[in-house]
């Protein structure tokens, strides 16, 4: 029989600690994203890092710690004391997991942390603090998100499916046609499958333990499958935090995506300068080192036919008032414009997010 080690509390307490500790850590990176003025530079060149980052890893830190002294620590934003090797159980933190986005000022990026044992996720807790989603799950306990439990997609063809990803590495693979969008953060993409909203993500590139973990467990306590490229089941307590990509799905869509991707694998294990043959795979992000990406929005408005609608009046009428490279510059637009006609109740203004249509990959590429 199994000893319960006395260090060690009740999974549900652990969950019910991070769910109270993400969301506390959230409202720091909301406030700091509503700021705009947080500082950013690069931890090493394509790894960008805001001090949003470290004030959110400051506070997970000192909460977590300070109620579980005997746990271990690792961090996307600390440097790795192997302490989680030595510990009955550690804390997996990603402190804004979807730095990308946060720069770019998308609502696509997470709290996120998990608690391991034996190389497992016992508990996790995932906080999207500008769309107010928690997700949490503990080991046998279920995933619920906002106290609803969830549970991930049946689907079993993988044409049409509902993908999260980047469409050009999915059309160069000769994937079938599907609805496939972006979300920079691993785990809020996971967590997205794992409450339905997706049928399945795939990502190509190294995941490291920090991005998935607690999305792992919230993933599987809804019913899907996550595993790397090879199809094995990540594990967390390696001294490498490196994963050989992720595919993360309902149990049907699982073993079709696997069958996918077996040729891509082979082809990797294959190569002999994989760093030049693979370079397709990876985000393209070069871009973003020599020049900030153009993220266009337009700026329209008009008279509407019901002020708590969206259909105007008449569309020969409607007031283009200009394209903007930034959300910030549009948005100074759209508020002077909607201050001119704040008299009329029926005339609305609206900002269009245009660069997700042109360039769903994120990246400035067409194609």
Not at 59 to 64: E, G, I, M, R, V
Not at 103 to 116: C, E, G, K, L, M
Not at 146 to 158: E, P, Q, V, Y
Not at 330 to 359: M, S
């Amino acid at each position: 029989m199994t000893v319960p080690n006395p260090l060690c509390h009740p999974l549900s307490e652990e969950r019910a600690l991070l769910e109270q500790v993400v969301k506390q850590a959230g409202q720091i990176a909301k406030d700091a994203f509503h700021a705009n003025n947080s500082k950013v530079w690069d931890k090493e060149k394509g790894h960008p890092v805001t001090d949003a980052d470290i004030a959110v890893n400051d506070f997970l830190y000192k909460a977590l710690m300070a109620a579980r002294p005997d746990y271990g620590w690792l961090s996307e934003e600390t440097k790795d004391d192997h302490s989680r090797h030595a510990c009955p159980r550690s804390f997996v933190v990603d402190p804004i997991d979807g730095t990308r986005a946060f720069i770019d000022r998308t609502p696509n990026f997470v709290v996120s942390v998990a608690i391991i044992e034996d190389g497992k996720p016992m508990a996790g807790a995932i906080f999207n603090p500008l769309k107010g989603e928690l997700f949490s799950a503990h080991l046998g306990g279920g995933a619920k998100r906002n106290g609803t439990t969830i549970s991930c997609s049946t689907r079993s063809a993988l044409e049409g499916a509902e993908m999260i990803g980047y469409p050009r590495k999915f059309r160069r693979m000769g994937f079938p046609p599907m609805q496939v969008r972006i979300a920079n953060s691993m785990a809020y993409r996971m967590v997205l499958v794992a409450c339905g909203e997706a049928d399945c993500t795939v990502a190509f590139t190294p995941k490291s333990d920090w991005d998935i973990a607690a999305a792992c467990l919230i993933a599987t306590e809804s019913g899907a499958l996550v595993t790397n490229l090879r199809g094995a089941t990540p594990q967390f307590d390696k001294d490498s935090t490196s994963g050989f990509g992720v595919i993360c799905a309902g149990p049907s869509l699982q073993a079709l995506l696997l069958e996918r991707v077996k040729p891509l694998v082979a082809e990797f294990d294959a190569s002999v300068n994989k760093t030049e043959d693979f370079k397709h795979m990876g985000t393209k992000m070069a871009d973003r080192e020599m020049k900030s990406i153009q993220l266009l929005h337009i700026v329209i408005g008009g008279e509407l036919v019901d002020p708590m609608r969206t259909e105007f009046k008449d569309l020969k009428k409607v007031d283009f008032v200009g394209a903007f490279p930034t959300f910030e510059a549009a948005q100074a637009a759209w508020k002077a414009a909607a201050q001119r006609t704040v008299d009329n109740a029926h005339t609305r203004y609206f900002i269009l997010h245009a660069h997700d249509l042109l360039d769903p990959d994120g990246d400035g590429i067409i194609g």
